[in-house]
């Protein structure tokens, strides 16, 4: 398991004790270097950059040892003083990775520079307008304030979740908001910036950061791999390579939310969905992306003839609708399929479908009283 894992698992118990005890065995200096990262990441300092903001500097604090890291918002530092946040790593690591109700801020302190600032303003040296803006941030993040809405997120990452192109973010927060304090495996396929193996990531990011305690996973046909990061793992695979698909499963485990966002091609989308779609877990969600590309001929393959047909997106979708109901078929007509029983709900909007893992087999009363009225043979 790695260090990330490790100290999720920890801070999934709300115990400050057990996670004191995890950063012990992990090593101080390498989980404070984790959770600077994840602190930065989470800040997004750059857009309070270049205003005068002064640097914030936080120190971390674990069994009498001290880990020290200076946000700096002026590429030359500024000239004021530093604000000064002191924690100690357990809290802080429950503030970042548990439930929102194990955040706190107990052992927190932070010194502003007053007296400085008094000086200054003594000597006629003008105040800088806005120079609180990083400190702000550092708090936000470690009090869980730093809780943007996904269509800010996808602006900020630059993934066309949402734009010119795609709207998609409202509607995956309509069903991804309820998760948002869940602890969870997040798979996307379709890492982003096709042949340059350094290009992408984009949406990864922006589940990373809307997600504070889940573990996001993209796979992609280009080896992505450089763009990995704490919280971000990346495989190399084909979507249409059902093994491929396995072997990604075997390493990250079952997810709680799988999003194609491959190759957009009827038979790969169907080929994923018929691998993946058996280790989602239950109440997970499946999500298919611009499924308008499965129209298309150029570049997807794709037909406007027979939209019926199971090959077609647009068919294979339907039959959700069939095995939704398949406890209400009177005759046999209908061959049963395995996902009768696991699929609970279909949503399709504008371009994007969203398939619902659970248990689909509540009987039906109605259905067995009409079989009494059917004519019975010989
Ligand atoms: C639309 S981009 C993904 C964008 C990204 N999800 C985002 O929102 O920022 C599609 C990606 O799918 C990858 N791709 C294309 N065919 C694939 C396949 N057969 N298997 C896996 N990935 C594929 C491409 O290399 C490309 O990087």
Redesign the pocket.
Known sequence: MNRIDTLLDAAETRSADIVAATISAIGFESVADLLFQEILFRARIDEVAGHGHAATTLILVHAGHKAEFTVQAEPRGGDLPAVVITQDAAETILALYGPRESVSADTRTVCWPGTELAQRAWAKKPLPGRWAGSPQRILDVLDRRDQENLGRLAVYY????WGAAHRYTPRYEQHLGPLRDRRLTIL????????DPQS?????R?WKHYFPRAVVC?????D?RALAEPRISIFQ????DRDSLLAVIDEIGRPDVI?D?????SA?IIASFQALFPSLRQDGLYFI??LQAALWAPVFGGSEDDLTRPDHAFGFLKQFIDGLHHEEFLGDSRTAVPTDQEVTALHVYHNLAVIEKGRNADGSPSADLMRAFMPRNG
Do not use: R
């Open positions: 630059g993934t066309d979740k996307e396929i379709g890492v982003g910036g096709y042949d992408g990531g984009e949406s990864l922006m993209g796979l992609d046909i280009v992505k695979a084909d979507q249409s999003i966002d491959g190759s957009h091609v790969h992306e611009d």
